[in-house]
């Protein structure tokens, strides 16, 4: 894989254990998410889920365009991840790239 900092970022949330993947294992948080990053891949019924979780959370969507969730965090069929660390969180959206972009959910409702 080629070098982005947003995908280092996710990197150092998966070594320091704060990441949850996959839908069911984010709707069983209470709080605490900071970024949630699905796959450009996903279904259309996966990002109206993404969406109801960055509402619930108020944490913004980024949608990984060149990289598929599932190889980033070596999950087979995994669409979607929570960063539950807000350092790591802010540091993935500032540094967007042109592999990883915020999803403008209010746009396409």
Known sequence: MENSKPLTFIGFAIKARKVR???????????????????STASKNAFDEAV???IKF??????????????IIKKQHCKLLAIQDE?????????????FQEYSWRDNT
């Open 21 to 39: 993947s996959g839908a069911n294992a984010i709707a069983t948080l209470k709080g605490g998410v900071y970024a949630l990053v699905i796959c």
């Open 58 to 71: 108020n944490a913004p969507l980024v949608v990984s365009k060149t990289y598929k969730v599932e190889d």
């Open 87 to 99: 350092s790591l969180g802010n540091a993935i959206l500032q540094n967007l790239d042109n592999h």
């Open 52 to 54: 109801k979780f960055s």
